[in-house]
């Protein structure tokens, strides 16, 4: 009886599955013709932070980003550029259980390799 409790207990404290993230973003230039290819990632416990720069619709705001959860992949879409278009430097964070695999930003997607794996 006792084993069955202990057991119940540590499966409660199993925390629920979530997905959440925040951005914070600037404009950087009114062109994107030279966009740089770097993808920086840095963790925190709990929070990874990547870092990259994206041709936007020149009127982007956060609103307009849709980050959902599939399987063990993250995904990312940015609304389509448009005539009207500028670049951005984007800072996206993203705190989820369980672990993801694979971060997928308008269908280019990333292995993720978590420090202790």
Do not use: W
Request: proline share 7%; glycine share 2%.
């Amino acid at each position: 009886m006792l084993m069955f409790f202990c057991t119940r207990v540590l499966v409660a404290c199993e925390p629920e599955s979530y997905l959440k993230h925040s951005i914070d973003y600037s404009r950087v230039s009114d062109r994107c013709d030279q966009i740089p290819a770097t993808f920086k990632v840095s963790a925190n416990f709990g929070r990874q932070r990547f870092e990259f720069a994206k041709c936007l619709p020149a009127d982007f705001s956060k609103k307009q980003l849709q980050v959902e959860r599939k399987g063990d992949t993250i995904l990312v879409l940015f609304p389509p550029p448009v005539d009207n278009r500028a670049l951005f430097d984007i800072k996206l964070d993203i705190e989820s259980h369980p672990r993801y695999q694979y971060l997928s930003v308008d269908g280019e997607t990333y292995t993720i390799i978590f420090p202790d794996n």
